[in-house]
């Protein structure tokens, strides 16, 4: 615990191990098992528990419980985990469950994520890279969330929903389906509203790639025939794309949920306000 600070009303259970400048402050509660990364900020009346590692860099704000036990009933008590990543920021009143004893195991987040005040990950989901949970988002248990995906506020997902890549959840969006890479959900049920462009360029893709999803997605949901058919056209037609690749490796993957679709009558919006292209 080299050059670290603990603030003497918090408890550090004998077992935990503390890594080099970390901070914690008053009334923290650091479980047995916890393994505290380097360069760790962890403020008042945060609580740690159970097998928990939390990555270097990171931020936990007050009240914030991080690794209690899964809310599922086939958890014997097992021993299961809670791993995340490095430079994660999360703030006040987050909770994330470890996994339970009866499925995977545990519960795993990636690096650089953001999660707002009150937002919830279930036992058992597998979070990506670059994840941004608005205030008050609550997923299931089983949930898998992609890189570079953001869910904006009050969002709820079901249990076992996949969110692919760099897709985009709505606000206050209820998901009980699969959401493609690069897709958009909105509404209450969510459905497939259009690509998420700015978030695409945003992280960088470049244009002729946007442009492939583009004709890739109005292809899969022309409605001319199932989109499992359809699906094998695009990668015939898109071969070259890794984008596109991904989105029908989603498609085609075996998964527990349906995939949200535009709605009947209506096609998908594949443009945004500010693009001149």
Same mark, same amino acid.
């Given at each position: 615990?080299?050059?670290?600070?603990?603030?003497?009303?918090?408890?550090?259970?004998?077992?935990?191990?503390?890594?080099?400048?970390?901070?914690?402050?008053?009334?923290?509660?650091?479980?047995?098992? $916890?393994?505290?990364?380097?360069?760790?900020?962890?403020?008042?009346?945060?609580?740690?528990?159970?097998?928990?590692?939390?990555?270097?860099?990171?931020?936990?704000?007050?009240?914030?419980?991080?690794?209690?036990? *899964?809310?599922? #009933?086939?958890?014997?008590?097992?021993?299961? #985990?809670? #791993?995340?990543? !490095?430079?994660?920021?999360?703030?006040?009143?987050?909770?994330?469950? !470890?996994?339970?004893?009866?499925?995977?195991?545990?519960?795993?987040?990636?690096?650089?994520?953001?999660?707002?005040?009150?937002?919830?990950?279930?036992?058992?989901?597998?979070?990506?890279?670059?994840? #941004?949970?608005?205030?008050?988002?609550?997923?299931?248990?089983?949930?898998?969330?992609?890189?570079?995906?953001?869910?904006?506020?009050? $969002?709820?997902?079901?249990?076992?929903?996949?969110?692919?890549?760099?897709?985009?959840?709505?606000?206050?969006?209820?998901?009980?389906?699969?959401?493609? *890479?690069?897709?958009?959900?909105?509404?209450?049920?969510?459905?497939? $509203?259009?690509?998420?462009?700015?978030?695409?360029? !945003?992280?960088?893709?470049?244009?002729?790639?946007?442009?492939?999803?583009?004709? $890739?997605?109005?292809?899969?949901?022309?409605?001319?025939? *199932?989109?499992?058919?359809?699906?094998?056209?695009?990668?015939?037609?898109?071969?070259?794309?890794?984008?596109?690749?991904?989105?029908?490796?989603?498609?085609?993957?075996?998964?527990?949920?349906?995939?949200?679709?535009? *709605?009947?009558?209506?096609?998908?919006?594949?443009?945004?306000?500010?693009?001149?292209?």
């Amino acid at each position: 615990m080299s050059n670290s600070s603990i603030h003497p009303t918090s408890i550090i259970e004998a077992g935990a191990k503390i890594g080099d400048r970390v901070n914690i402050g008053p009334f923290c509660h650091i479980g047995a098992e $916890a393994v505290i990364g380097n360069d760790v900020s962890i403020l008042s009346h945060a609580v740690i528990m159970g097998a928990t590692t939390l990555g270097d860099g990171s931020k936990v704000y007050p009240n914030a419980i991080l690794g209690g036990e *899964p809310q599922n #009933t086939k958890h014997k008590g097992g021993h299961t #985990t809670l #791993t995340i990543g !490095r430079n994660c920021t999360i703030r006040e009143g987050v909770t994330m469950h !470890r996994g339970t004893d009866s499925s995977r195991g545990y519960t795993t987040v990636g690096n650089n994520c953001m999660f707002l005040a009150y937002s919830h990950v279930a036992h058992d989901c597998d979070i990506g890279d670059n994840v #941004t949970f608005s205030n008050n988002v609550m997923i299931g248990g089983h949930v898998t969330v992609g890189n570079n995906v953001i869910i904006g506020g009050g $969002a709820a997902l079901h249990q076992f929903v996949r969110v692919g890549h760099h897709a985009f959840i709505g606000g206050l969006a209820a998901v009980a389906k699969d959401v493609v *890479p690069y897709g958009m959900a909105i509404g209450n049920h969510a459905y497939l $509203a259009g690509l998420n462009i700015v978030g695409m360029k !945003r992280s960088g893709m470049a244009r002729p790639e946007i442009h492939n999803l583009r004709h $890739a997605v109005r292809m899969l949901f022309d409605r001319s025939k *199932p989109v499992y058919k359809r699906a094998e056209d695009v990668r015939l037609e898109f071969s070259q794309s890794p984008a596109v690749i991904d989105l029908i490796d989603f498609i085609l993957a075996d998964t527990k949920r349906h995939y949200c679709t535009p *709605p009947l009558g209506s096609g998908i919006e594949t443009s945004d306000s500010d693009d001149n292209s």
